[in-house]
C-alpha cells in the first residue's frame, strides 16, 4: 500500500513537472504600444500578426501586449535595450536617425497605405536597408498610415489661411510642409491631440482621418479638408530585439520572419486604410465638416505648387546615405501606383 502510494505521489510529481517543463519552454514575446488598444494597430494589426506567429510557431512563440510605454520615439531605445521584446514607431519622432525613410512620405504620391507599405518594404530591402537606419533592431515590416489630411477647429477656405495657425506636425515630411504653409509648429505624440485641441493649445493638425474615430478628434476638430491622396504619408517600422530573436530556435526565427516583411506591410496597410475609411464615417455622422478637394480644385492645385521641388530637396539631404535615392523614389512610386493591377 505503501509503495503504490508512493508510486502515485512519484507519478503526479513526474507529470506536473513534466508540464510544468512545457510551459516554462513557451516564449512570451512581449510587444510594446503607446497607442491606445482601440486604434487599428492594436485591435487589428499586433492581433493579427501575434496568431500568425503562434501559428507559425505551433504555438512555441506566444505574444503579449504591453501598452502606455511612454512617448513613441522611446521605442526604438526600449526594444535596442530589451526592456521589451518588440514594438512600432513613426520615423518622424526621431529627426536625423531616419531620413531614408522620408521618400515613402513625399506628397502626391496618391495611392493606398497598403500599395504605399508594400512599396515601402520593397524599397527599403533593395536600396535602403544598407545605410543601417535601423542599427541596433531587427525590423520586421516597414508601413505607412493613409493620407494626411487637415483637421481644424475653425473652417479653412483656402491653404493661406493656415499661416500662423498653431498646428501639431508629427515630423518627417510633415516638418517641411509645415515651413511652406507657414504654420506655428507644434510637436506632441498623436495620443496628445485629443487633449492639446480640447484646450486650445492648437488650431489644427496634419493626420489621416481614421484619428477622427480612434483619437476622437470628431468632437474637438469639426472642419476637416481632405485634399486628393492626402498631403503626406507617414512612415512606421515594426521591429523586434535581434537577441530575443537570437534566442530563439533557427525554426522559429524562420517562422517569424515568414510571417512578417511584406506580408505584414500589407495587412498593416490595409488595417490603417479600413481606420480611415470608418474615420470618415464617424467623421460624418458627428456632423463634422468634410471638404473633399476635387482633384482639379483650386485647393489642389494650390498644395501642388506649395511641394513644387521637395523630392529634389529630399534625394539632397540623403546624400550622405550613399545610396540611388532619385532611383529608389522612381521605384517605390512605379510599385505602389501599378500595386495590384
Known sequence: ???????????????????????MSDTVLRVGS?????????????????????????????????????????MFDLVEDGAIDASFSYHGYVPGRFKLTQGIEQPLLGVSAEAASVAHWRVHNKYFAKAQEHDGLEVLTLFTHGPGQIH??????????????????????????????????????APKVYEMMQQGVIDGVFIPMGEQKSLRLKEVAKNVVALPGGMYLGSFAMFINPDFMAGLSEKDRAAIRAVSGEKLAAMAGAAWDAADAEGLIAARDEGVNVTEVAVDGPMAKEFQGIVEGMDEEWIESVASRKVDAKAALEEMRSIARNYGK
Not at 488598444?37 to 512563440?61: C, D, F, I, L, M
Not at 475653425?154 to 495657425?165: F, G
Open 34 to 74: 503607446w497607442l491606445p488598444p482601440t486604434h487599428a494597430q492594436n485591435a487589428v494589426v499586433w492581433p493579427t500578426w501575434s496568431k500568425w506567429v503562434e501559428e507559425a510557431t505551433e504555438g512555441r512563440v506566444k505574444v503579449q501586449m504591453e501598452y502606455g510605454l511612454g512617448h513613441p520615439k522611446t
Open 152 to 189: 481644424m477647429a475653425d473652417p479653412i477656405t483656402s491653404l493661406a489661411d493656415l499661416k500662423s495657425k498653431k498646428v501639431r506636425l508629427g515630423g518627417g515630411v510633415q516638418g517641411e510642409l509645415g515651413k511652406r504653409l507657414g504654420v506655428t509648429a507644434v510637436g506632441a505624440p
Open 1 to 23: 500500500m505503501i509503495r503504490r502510494n508512493f508510486l502515485k505521489v512519484a507519478g503526479a510529481l513526474t507529470l506536473g513537472m513534466s508540464l510544468s517543463t512545457t510551459a
